[in-house]
């Protein structure tokens, strides 16, 4: 079975730092192209947004609520996507997803459980 686990997330003071995990096993992905990786969140009451997002050619995209201070990153070796996330606000507590979006005769995204990320003093 293919399986996207969310790791690293918590309780964190304003200002402080996460770095979440994404850990990808199964062999589909050695059979699908990776199209784009990406975070996206979903605060209650809220629409779930993308907040980053790294495509195959390399570039970076995010949301405007958290440029400049999260960074996606992807390790290929470990099958692992990682969201670094400082500078942290209340207003960033959500339940955060990893997805992988991969492609062969069409476009089919794979969703992480999700992980709660909470932002308080």
């Known amino acids: 079975q293919v399986q996207l686990v969310e790791s690293g997330g918590g309780l964190v003071q304003p200002g402080g730092s996460l770095r979440l995990t994404c850990a990808a096993s199964g062999s589909v992905f050695s059979l699908r192209r990776i199209s784009a990786v990406s975070w996206y969140r979903q605060a209650p009451g809220k629409e779930r947004e993308v907040v980053a997002t790294?495509?195959?050619?390399?570039?970076?995209h995010y949301a405007d609520s958290v440029k400049g201070r999260y960074t996606i990153s992807r390790d290929n070796t470990k099958n692992t996507v990682y969201l670094q996330m400082n500078t942290l606000r209340p207003e960033d507590t959500a339940v955060y997803y990893c997805?992988?979006?991969?492609?062969?005769?069409?476009?089919?995204?794979?969703w992480g459980q999700g992980i709660q990320v909470t932002v308080s003093s």
């Open positions: 790294l495509t195959t050619d390399g570039s970076t």
């Open positions: 997805n992988v979006r991969t492609f062969l005769t069409a476009y089919y995204d794979y």
